[in-house]
């Protein structure tokens, strides 16, 4: 071999090498970023749910959301009280527990150090995650909650020089007795296999991506691109459904105050332009995934479905001043294709979104139906819309729980499903016996134990004043029907039609079944 022959091999040779010690290099930083990162252990954000923030958010999306029905939509702006509490809406988890950080654990930028990589990784952008609700909703009643936070991964993706540091956070809320030990809270609410829920109410993944200050060169790329901007990649155009919304200033700043968030790229242009390269203020993650979570609520409310989880990312900025256009279309029996477009129709935000039937409407609590209850009784108001009564729920499906002194398995669907004996909904599979449109009850005073809640959606009861005898095919005995009455007849008859079906109860009628349209069955303990 020639000696130019040999510098060539051994010149190869030192190439890959290098190549080698390179790519060693990076796999260990990569190694010991994510054993640094995935064992920090993140104090509790611990919160008191109270209406306020809540309503406050309502407040400022109110004129952005689609209206309901043929009239749009108002917020009361009276604070709502924590004696008639409702339930936390869907994505107002990101307004509760703050980052408990004091200023100067606060980067330049205005982000917290709870989860950044360290030096050169400080430039933060939320680029995803996915969200879903197995628990019981929170009420915002003023009771206490805690949100536990841990990193459960972290890779490095991009060639050494030009890496990005992505990190995977999950968060699961729950609710919180007073004074209760961190670690059996811990244990109760977090676990090491991220499907199981725990005790969780909520539980969510977010992606964050950490970068390297961009150079000089990199920033006067960019700002050329303010007036002009670069390549996109257009959404799909076969939505059906659309809504489109304008962010502006005033929305941003109000969502930062509420998230406890002073990242300057929400707040300062000029730090925006000159520090980041981005042309104007950006719409935050958590506020556009509050939107989309906000304007989906209300589109499939109309179709009697609700949201069970979401999975979502983001693909390019949203700013604002800049007109952002929420789509869907249904994809298969439980998943919609979700995306947000940009002013220009570029695609901004992809998403799969999985539905549940829709449960009643929000729940209120057992003593504003006590107070109605007893106040509609008093009046005798016999034509007076009943309205649709449910139990509180899960967005999962309806689970065994504890109402007064009544121990229960409640499993409910709202009419507008239209129940069918041979439709099978997602939530059949909770149930020991799938009795549709029907209520069943050991006495008849254990109906007021039974119907918690009175719903916003009213109906017009069927008013009869005679009980509805059990058809004479049914097998009588002490496990049987003796009675059939229907559940709005029953609440709003006289007290001394009420005394009547009281007084068949104490003549030791095993079981009365209750005919309710919507309802499938109860079985008391």
Request: with cysteine; hydrophobic share 35%.
């Amino acid at each position: 071999m020639g000696p130019h022959l040999l510098r060539h091999a051994c010149s190869r040779r030192a190439v890959t090498q290098c190549l080698r010690y390179s790519s060693r290099t990076h796999s260990t930083f990569a190694e010991r970023l994510h054993d640094d990162l995935t064992t920090r252990r993140i104090p509790l954000f611990h919160d008191y749910l109270q209406p306020q923030p809540s309503h406050l958010l309502n407040l400022s999306l109110s004129d952005l959301l689609p209206k309901i029905g043929r009239t749009k939509t108002t917020i009361d702006p009276t604070l709502p009280s924590i004696l008639e509490p409702s339930p936390l809406p869907i994505g107002h988890h990101l307004i509760y527990f703050p980052p408990q950080v004091t200023l100067s654990q606060l980067l330049p930028d205005g982000t917290d150090i709870l989860h950044t990589p360290g030096d050169p990784f400080h430039r933060r952008l939320w680029a995803g995650g996915n969200l879903r609700f197995p628990g019981p909703p929170l009420l915002l009643n003023g009771q206490r909650a805690v949100c536990i936070e841990s990193i459960r991964n972290v890779s490095v993706k991009g060639r050494e020089g030009d890496e990005k540091v992505i990190v995977r956070i999950e968060r699961r809320v729950g609710a919180l007795p007073e004074s209760e030990d961190e670690e059996i809270t811990r244990h109760r609410i977090w676990t090491g296999d991220e499907a199981l829920a725990g005790e969780a109410s909520v539980i969510e993944n977010r992606d964050l991506i950490f970068m390297r200050a961009k150079s000089k060169a990199e920033l006067e790329a960019d700002q050329a691109l303010f007036e002009k901007p670069g390549r996109i990649v257009r959404a799909p155009s076969d939505a059906t459904f659309r809504h489109s919304i304008l962010p502006n200033k005033s929305l941003l700043f109000r969502f930062s105050a509420l998230t406890f968030n002073a990242h300057s790229i929400h707040l300062d242009r000029s730090y925006t332009q000159e520090e980041e390269g981005y042309r104007n203020l950006l719409v935050h993650g958590p506020l556009t995934l509050t939107l989309l979570l906000s304007v989906l609520e209300r589109h499939f409310k109309g179709l009697g479905l609700e949201v069970d989880s979401i999975e979502y990312k983001n693909l390019a900025p949203l700013y604002v001043d800049e007109v952002l256009t929420i789509c869907a279309k249904h994809k298969s029996a439980e998943a919609w294709d979700v995306w947000i477009e940009g002013p220009e129709g570029s695609l901004a935000v992809r998403a799969t979104v999985r539905t549940v039937d829709l449960a009643p409407p929000p729940v209120q609590t057992l003593q504003r139906f006590n107070s109605w209850h007893r106040r509609a009784l008093s009046e005798s108001v016999l034509s007076q819309p009943l309205g649709n009564f449910g139990l509180l729920s899960r967005r999962t499906g309806w689970k065994p729980t504890s109402l007064g002194n009544a121990s229960y398995t409640a499993f409910l669907v709202s009419p507008s499903l239209k129940c069918s004996e041979d439709k099978a909904f997602p939530n059949q599979k909770h149930l020991g016996y799938f009795g549709p449109k029907e209520i069943e009850c050991n006495t008849m005073h254990e109906l007021q134990h039974l119907l918690a809640v009175q719903a916003s959606r009213p109906i017009t009861p069927r008013i009869s004043h005679e009980p509805r005898r059990a058809a004479p095919s049914q097998e009588r005995g002490p496990d049987k029907p003796t009675a059939v009455v229907d559940v709005h007849t029953f609440l709003f008859l006289p007290p001394s039609f009420r005394r009547f079906f009281f007084f068949l109860s104490s003549l030791s009628i095993a079981r009365s079944k209750l005919i309710a349209p919507g309802y499938n069955e109860m079985s008391f303990d």
